[in-house]
């Protein structure tokens, strides 16, 4: 194979990838938590703690609407930095992994609800990372998942 044809196929490649990035956007775990819930039932349970590990210790979700400083005070003393402002936006919600001994946040992952819902059953506050979650299947709409109760 000529170097013209090799560059002209390695150039192709890599406008591929970045057009799938940008249509996609970048993998921050969204994905991985859809594929978890997706293989759970109803009634079924989920520990965020086994899906991702890494040095954080608790976690919150934060909610279309949520007001900045509603989520800036629950995350207190970690800062909101890196935390996209949902105040405005009722498609996706942000689940926020947290170090308690760290002062921003470990992780953001955002989630869009038309695949997995955070937040159609629960104000959330910041729980412990083993936080044991249940999903429930309601017909024709995404997967809600929400801590389990007792």
Do not use: H
Not at 81 to 96: H, I, M
């Amino acid at each position: 194979m000529s170097g013209k044809r090799v560059a002209w196929i390695a150039t192709g490649a890599l406008a591929v990838g970045f057009a799938a990035w940008v249509l996609l956007g970048p993998d921050d775990g969204s994905a991985e938590l859809a594929d978890a819930v997706a293989g759970t039932g109803t009634g079924e349970e989920l520990v965020l703690a086994e899906l991702w590990g890494g040095e954080w210790d608790s976690f919150t979700v934060v909610c279309p609407y949520d007001p900045r400083d509603v989520v800036e005070a629950r995350l207190a003393p970690v800062s909101a930095k890196g935390v996209p402002d949902l105040a405005a936006r009722e498609t996706e919600q942000v689940l926020v992994l947290v170090d308690s001994e760290r002062a921003d946040p470990v992780r953001a992952v955002t989630v869009p609800r038309k695949r997995v819902d955070l937040c159609s059953e629960v104000t959330w506050e910041v729980v412990p990372a083993s936080t044991v979650l249940v999903v429930e299947r309601p017909a024709n709409l995404p997967a809600v998942v929400r801590p389990a109760q007792g």
